[in-house]
């Protein structure tokens, strides 16, 4: 089993920054971040997945966020930057200890409570 918990969520305006971050209570294979906005189905923001820490971004967020992990520490961070009134989602914290692509949500066990971000224009 793994614990997942968010913090970082919060209220900005277009164009701010947020770090979301997640603890996890082991270290696992891969950990991602998805959102849900009101309405719409949970989606893929980003991964880091293994050792080598390989990334993975969906598209609309690319160039504006990051993501990294602390394996010592067992978290992960997402740094959303130039946020936009679009990005206004629960964002919630996966983890796997499966080689699946780390795009699917399906592929991940474990899952976090989420945290809200909502950003006004």
């Known amino acids: 089993q793994v614990q997942l918990v968010e913090s970082g969520g919060g209220q900005v305006q277009a164009g701010a920054s947020l770090r979301l971050s997640c603890a996890a209570s082991?270290?696992?294979?891969?950990l991602g971040w998805f959102r849900q906005a009101p309405g719409k189905e949970r989606e893929f923001v980003a991964s880091?997945?293994?050792?080598?820490?390989?990334?993975s971004f969906a598209n609309s967020v690319k160039g504006r966020f990051t993501i990294s992990r602390d394996n010592a520490k067992n978290t992960v961070s997402l740094q959303m930057n130039s946020l936009k009134p679009e990005d206004t989602a629960v964002y919630y914290c996966?983890?796997?200890?499966?080689?699946?692509?780390?795009?699917?949500?399906?592929?991940?066990?474990?899952w976090g409570q989420g945290t809200q971000v909502t950003v006004s224009s």
């Open positions: 996966a983890a796997t200890d499966n080689w699946l692509p780390s795009e699917n949500q399906k592929n991940y066990g474990y």
């Open positions: 082991r270290r696992t294979f891969s």
């Open positions: 880091i997945r293994g050792s080598a820490g390989i990334t």
